[in-house]
């Protein structure tokens, strides 16, 4: 098995890679790697942002959203949170077997005492209470399992910019939510993140992972660099892929309906003449409208 030592804690960055190691990079050999991302909201291939996020607070505190390509839901991302990766090519016995990646992961924390259990289909928890969300993907003949443990997350954030609406109709993927935890608070021994990060992957190749390390090449860094402005920093792929879905709200004392079909405006019963034809995006229809409290009728 291999290993990336990745420091870099830019999102984009990091989905991209993550999609480059599984579509274009073949080392002939499973991999494992950490990563950790600066503050952001990662939203599951198949969800619809603006009902899974509350747009608005991330835009105040400039909270990039992203989407992944693996299925599964929204999860808020910072340095206080460790992802980790496996990308093998053993589909047939690994393919939504939640539990044959997670078990390692679970080993590895109870050394360190703590009392973490796998709760199906995806999750890990610590007690009662979740530490790990899990997701999966595939290409070809190679498959990613990647997942987050919360080690020392901002709770606020997390907790704040994670809220579901409910005036959208959409088949897209809903997140379930649960009560979460930090792994800090339950060690029985102080030490920071890069130390549990150190004490992550030696266990888990069971020796110096140094010897397993794969360098990414300048060849490498420019097509995952290439992917990330192309793909991951759109609007095109975080927005425009949603689900198709419908707004309903209420302007006037009248029900109202808006269309949105790959992010664009189809059919609107309000003002269509101004929007149809529009992104759907609260801070363009804010200068097409000019009337705040329409938008809050839109977007709450």
Not at 38 to 55: A, S, T, Y
Not at 114 to 143: E, R, W
Not at 206 to 226: F, G, K, P, T
Not at 244 to 272: C, M
């Amino acid at each position: 098995m291999k290993t990336i030592l990745n420091n870099n804690t830019d999102p984009f960055f990091n989905l991209a890679l993550e999609e480059y190691l599984l579509k274009h990079l073949d080392l002939g050999d499973d991999i494992f790697y950490l990563w950790r991302n600066d503050p952001c909201v990662v939203i599951g291939r198949n969800q619809n942002p603006f009902n899974e996020i509350d747009l608005r607070y991330a835009r105040e505190h400039d909270i990039p959203v992203l989407r992944r390509i693996s299925g599964g839901g929204a999860v808020y991302h910072d340095l206080g949170n460790i992802n980790f990766t496996f990308i093998t090519t053993k589909l047939s016995e690994r393919l939504n077997n939640y539990e044959h990646f997670l078990t390692p992961i679970i080993g590895i924390l109870k050394k360190l005492e703590l009392p973490v259990t796998f709760v199906a289909p995806t999750h890990l928890y610590l007690g009662d209470t979740k530490i790990s969300g899990n997701a999966q993907s595939y290409h070809k003949n190679k498959m990613t399992h990647h997942g987050t443990l919360l080690y020392d997350v901002d709770m606020t954030h997390l907790n704040r910019i994670l809220t579901s609406k409910g005036n959208y109709s959409t088949k897209a993927v809903d997140s379930t939510r649960a009560k979460t935890t930090n792994i800090k608070r339950a060690l029985p021994i102080a030490t920071d993140i890069d130390e549990f990060m150190e004490f992550l992957l030696h266990t888990m190749f069971l020796e110096d992972y140094q010897a397993h390390v794969y360098e990414l090449s300048d060849e490498d860094l420019a097509r995952i660099y290439n992917l990330a402005e192309t793909k991951y920093d759109t609007w095109e792929w975080t927005f425009g892929e949603s689900p198709e879905f419908t707004v309903r709200f209420i302007w006037d004392n009248q029900h109202h309906s808006i269309l949105v079909t790959n992010g664009f405006i189809k059919h609107a019963t309000l003002f269509p003449d101004k929007m149809i034809g529009e992104r759907f995006d609260e801070p363009l229809l804010r200068d097409l409208l000019e009337n705040d409290a329409l938008l809050h009728a839109i977007f709450q």
